[in-house]
């Protein structure tokens, strides 16, 4: 029994010192419609970010990018300014390092009615 106990416990470090930084908060949020636009979007993660290598763009429907100024990561929080915004679809485009080095990324869209 001792045995299987310690099995269990290294396994469950195992699984933890391989966890990513996963996207768990939006704001906007993936798909939201929204009548004023927004002045930053702001990614919430599982874990902590690796500033130097984690960054969001954000591109208009004309594949044009809409940031005013480049992203930055706090601890599990990334954030973007952005220009203002008229109405239309907006694409963000995210590549997230945790401290741990894992590397995930994705993307999502929001819009900004009339």
Same mark, same amino acid.
């Given at each position: 029994?001792?045995?299987a106990?310690?099995?269990?416990?290294?396994? @469950? =470090?195992?699984?933890? $010192?391989?966890?990513?930084? %996963?996207?768990?908060?939006?704001? +906007?949020?993936?798909?939201? !419609?929204?009548?004023?636009?927004?002045?930053?979007?702001?990614?919430?993660?599982?874990?902590?970010?690796?500033?130097?290598?984690?960054?969001?763009?954000?591109?208009?429907?004309?594949?044009?990018?809409?940031? @005013? =100024?480049?992203?930055? $990561?706090?601890?599990?929080? %990334?954030?973007?300014?952005?220009k +203002?915004?008229?109405?239309? !679809?907006?694409?963000?485009?995210w590549?997230?390092?945790?401290?741990?080095?894992?590397?995930?990324?994705?993307?999502?869209?929001?819009?900004?009615?009339?």
């Amino acid at each position: 029994m001792r045995y299987a106990l310690m099995a269990a416990g290294l396994l @469950a =470090g195992t699984v933890a $010192a391989h966890a990513h930084a %996963m996207l768990e908060h939006a704001s +906007p949020g993936a798909g939201a !419609t929204l009548a004023q636009p927004p002045k930053a979007v702001v990614l919430e993660y599982t874990e902590a970010l690796e500033p130097s290598f984690s960054s969001v763009i954000v591109n208009d429907a004309n594949g044009h990018d809409v940031t @005013a =100024g480049p992203s930055s $990561a706090s601890g599990s929080t %990334m954030r973007v300014p952005l220009k +203002p915004l008229g109405p239309g !679809t907006y694409r963000v485009i995210w590549h997230a390092v945790s401290v741990d080095t894992h590397r995930t990324e994705g993307a999502f869209s929001f819009a900004v009615s009339q």
